[in-house]
């Protein structure tokens, strides 16, 4: 069973960054690609970042292209979002997943079959 633990959210005012932290419970990140998502209330669950198994392959959705870095840690079993300008319509409950990934399908939540708890990232002044 594979266990993702993110943290690193919290409030931040817009223009700010925060680096997200995905950790696994094993060494998932050596067979596994990596994405992570967000969902805002009222809102269907988004793509946001994906990065491969060798790190080599990276997507990012639009909204965040050129904001957002994801990286990963092999070593230590954990990817990162690292986040920066944030805008308020950033502000979303973020979730990272893994499992048996199609990459150039990463986006799709379908892809995926282990999730984390979520962690809240609100951008407000």
């Known amino acids: 069973q594979v266990q993702l633990v993110e943290s690193g959210g919290g409030l931040v005012q817009p223009g700010g960054s925060l680096t997200l932290s995905c950790a696994a419970s094993?060494?998932?990140?050596?067979?596994?690609?990596i994405g992570w998502f967000r969902q805002a209330p009222g809102k269907e669950r988004e793509g946001v970042s994906c990065i491969s198994v060798s790190g080599d392959n990276t997507y990012y959705a639009d909204s965040v292209k050129g904001r957002f870095t994801i990286s990963r840690d092999n070593a230590k079993n954990t990817v990162y979002l690292r986040m920066n300008s944030l805008k308020p319509e950033d502000t979303a409950v973020y979730y990272c997943a893994t499992g048996r990934v199609l990459f150039r399908l990463c986006e799709r939540s379908g892809q995926y079959t282990y999730w984390g708890q979520g962690t809240q990232v609100t951008v407000s002044s």
């Open positions: 094993r060494s998932t990140l050596d067979y596994y690609a």
